[in-house]
């Protein structure tokens, strides 16, 4: 009898461990599958933002309960060896497009597929960008809920402004006082489309610094590149390579340093979303030498791509690197890393926005409708480790301060998120510094059929992801469920606020005006 329960029970246990594996569509269909809602991550090095330790990690509903040596704990709990590992935060990446209509149709990965590629990753939270509908942002906001209801994971809103009027100005507060946004956009490119104008940028800058919200901007010359396009066209070049040409590095810098000087004169925080090329960086660095509170932002494919694929004879090969700005030529991506080694650059994200084979072949007769995007969001973490941290450029702190700390404090969710520390929500990764990657399309977990990083390998792996206390990736395996994801709410006024107030009254003390003057009769 005893001989034919070990059989029954073998078998459940295959056939649950088998459930777990096949899941649907690849993905485990239950969350939390096989492990408790108790983790202890034994013997690591806990890694944050300014300190490390040999310490074990204990975990309990979806919180740091307890980071310290030699932690005991009961039979239920699931144990995770950490020995000879680095135990971080899970990356935060700071700039995604899922599910956005874009260019005339929808990027590839929605909210679950982009999402349970980024815990793959190691990533466990991530902002994307909210675009208006019709220049509504309520409808934008609610659109995007509706987008967000298939979430396996954390993830916040940014809000894009395409337009200026009382009512948009009235919607703001309302996005930021009730919906819990505290950053806005403003698209300098896409003439025609999503761009604004220097007018609509100070009245935007002016009611961001009145929320206490971060002011955002892609920053490219729209109009420049709008003539760069028509000068490419008369010229017959209409592949790919005819998009980083007719929008060089020049017309970035100029954006940059236009917004970076707005900002200035408003006194408010400024935040430069992919910043591509050395002529946008320097123009960071010149305003934050000058104390101005600038933020640049690199993405992983500029700081580790080069724009020869652009010249590809095959089109498709070229079109999946077409994105804005432009990948650039050789040595702008390293000027980047060493940027962000120094501190000139404060952080990295992807810019995911994904289009496949067929959706980039829109544009195969014109390089205007290819669209923009590229992949980034399972791959930014492993990248980031191999070429920043294999190589010397930065520590083992700094990579959780670029990839997880600092966006938590620019958008005021630390510690909630970005910290190993009691109290934190446990989103949190395991990895191996002495295993290796590869990056295919046909691993990868994103909808694309194609990926930019094709064929690259690297040291540091991601053994072990945890996320809202579940651990979602282990080796080689997801367990990620549609719906249970969370929004998390960003207040405003985050430290980049800190002093503005009193900048303000030592400039108009500076004024020495209005002058009293006496009337001259005439």
Request: aromatic fraction near 8%.
């Amino acid at each position: 009898m005893f001989y034919h329960f070990i059989l029954l029970l073998l078998l459940f246990c295959s056939k649950a461990h088998s459930f777990c594996d096949a899941g649907i569509n690849g993905y485990a269909s239950e969350s939390g599958c096989g492990h408790s809602n108790k983790i202890l991550i034994k013997g690591g090095t806990v890694v944050n933002a300014y300190s490390q330790q040999v310490a074990d990690v204990y975990v309990e509903d979806g919180f740091i309960i307890a980071v310290k040596p030699n932690i005991m704990v009961g039979d239920d709990v699931t144990v995770l060896d950490a020995t000879g590992k680095f135990v971080m935060p899970g990356g935060i990446d700071p700039h995604t497009h899922l599910a956005m209509e874009f260019m005339g149709t929808e990027t590839i990965d929605d909210y679950f597929s982009g999402q349970a590629a980024a815990l793959a990753g190691g990533t466990t939270m991530h902002i994307d960008f909210v675009i208006p509908v019709n220049g509504s942002l309520p409808a934008g906001f609610e659109a995007y809920v509706e987008k967000a209801k298939s979430s396996c994971m954390d993830y916040g809103f940014h809000m894009a402004i395409t337009k200026w009027d009382d009512v948009v100005s009235k919607d703001m507060e309302i996005m930021v006082k009730e919906k819990g946004i505290n950053s806005f956009k403003f698209f300098m490119a896409y003439k025609g489309s999503l761009m604004i104008n220097d007018e609509l940028l100070l009245e935007g800058f002016k009611k961001c610094k009145s929320l206490g919200a971060l002011a955002m901007v892609h920053a490219e010359n729209g109009d420049a590149v709008f003539e760069g396009q028509k000068r490419m066209i008369e010229l017959g070049i209409m592949g790919p390579e005819g998009h980083a040409l007719s929008r060089p590095p020049v017309l970035e810098g100029e954006a940059t340093a236009r917004a970076i000087r707005l900002a200035r004169f408003v006194n408010t925080p400024l935040y430069v979303v992919h910043v591509m090329s050395r002529d946008a960086m320097e123009e960071i660095a010149r305003a934050r030498k000058s104390g101005q509170r600038v933020i640049g932002e690199p993405v992983v494919s500029g700081l580790i791509l080069d724009d020869s694929s652009l010249w590809d004879p095959d089109f498709i090969s070229a079109a999946k690197f077409v994105m804005s700005p432009p990948i650039r030529e050789s040595g702008h991506g390293e000027a980047l890393q060493q940027a962000l080694s120094t501190g000139v650059l404060q952080l990295v994200g992807t810019d995911h926005c994904t289009f496949n084979s067929t959706q980039k072949a829109l544009g195969i007769d014109d390089f205007r409708k290819i669209p923009n995007g590229v992949n980034g969001i399972e791959e930014r973490m492993h990248l980031v480790w191999d070429t920043m941290v294999e190589s010397g450029q930065i520590s083992m702190t700094d990579y959780v301060r670029i990839t997880s700390t600092e966006c938590a404090r620019i958008f005021n969710i630390y510690p909630k998120k970005g910290a190993i520390m009691p109290g934190s929500d446990a989103d949190i990764i395991i990895l191996n510094p002495i295993s290796s990657f590869e990056i295919s399309a046909r691993s990868h977990h994103s909808r694309s059929d194609t990926n930019v990083y094709e064929g690259r390998k690297g040291k540091g792996k991601i053994e072990v992801t945890i996320a809202g206390g579940k651990i979602v990736w282990e080796n080689g395996f997801l367990n990620v469920v549609p719906g249970s994801g969370k929004y998390i709410e960003m207040p405003p006024h985050s430290y980049l606020f800190t002093g503005i107030d009193k900048a303000d009254e030592k400039y108009i003390s500076s004024l020495k005006a209005p002058v009293k003057r006496s009337k001259v009769a005439t």
